[in-house]
């Protein structure tokens, strides 16, 4: 084979297992969906399902019909409730496919609305660490919480790294 052929076959190739991820992540968004469905029905609350593949996640979204207010209690204080339903609902996709999920779940724009509040967090305190040339280590927070705040000290070109043990974890970011 030339050099060409094989750049070829290797990106036939790596489309072929991207093709595949989707296809897997979709199918564990579907499984999700249902089991969501299933919970709305027992629950006796209004909300639609939207599904999405970003990245190397599934994302699954319950989304009310303008009155949010019946679906906050799936989210709970803190988000509480939602990572609970989160975990049984990545355990009914597990018992389904016998595959780790990493799904994500948001229910009435929960999730979004904290993304972009923790983007704003991380970036402010990679600012006040590029002023000031010291370190800042910020509250404790959960996993999710955490992996958007290092996105948005990465974003802002500095580095950030978790610290402690659960549930205390927490971001610290470093200056350059």
């Known amino acids: 084979m030339t050099e060409g052929t094989t750049s070829a076959v290797e990106a036939e190739a790596a489309d072929s297992a991207d093709e595949s991820l989707v296809a897997r992540l979709e199918q564990e968004g579907d499984i999700a969906a249902d089991y969501l469905e299933g919970l709305l029905d027992i629950a006796d609350l209004d909300g639609d399902i939207d599904m999405d593949v970003e990245g190397d996640r599934a994302l699954v979204s319950i989304v009310g019909d303008g009155n949010d207010r019946t679906l906050q209690r799936l989210v709970g204080q803190d988000g509480e409730v939602l990572e609970a339903l989160q975990e049984l609902t990545r355990l009914a996709v597990h018992r389904e ?12 724009g929960f999730r979004a609305r904290k993304r972009t509040e923790l983007a704003t967090i991380g970036s402010e305190a990679a600012e006040q660490v590029k002023s000031s040339g010291e370190q800042v280590k910020l509250r404790p927070m959960t996993p999710f919480e955490r992996k958007v705040v290092h996105d948005a000290v990465a974003a802002a070109g500095l580095r950030s790294e978790s610290e402690g043990e659960e549930p205390q974890r927490c971001v610290v970011v470093l200056p350059a």
């Open 97 to 108: 496919t016998g595959e780790r999920s990493r799904l994500m779940l948001d229910i009435a």
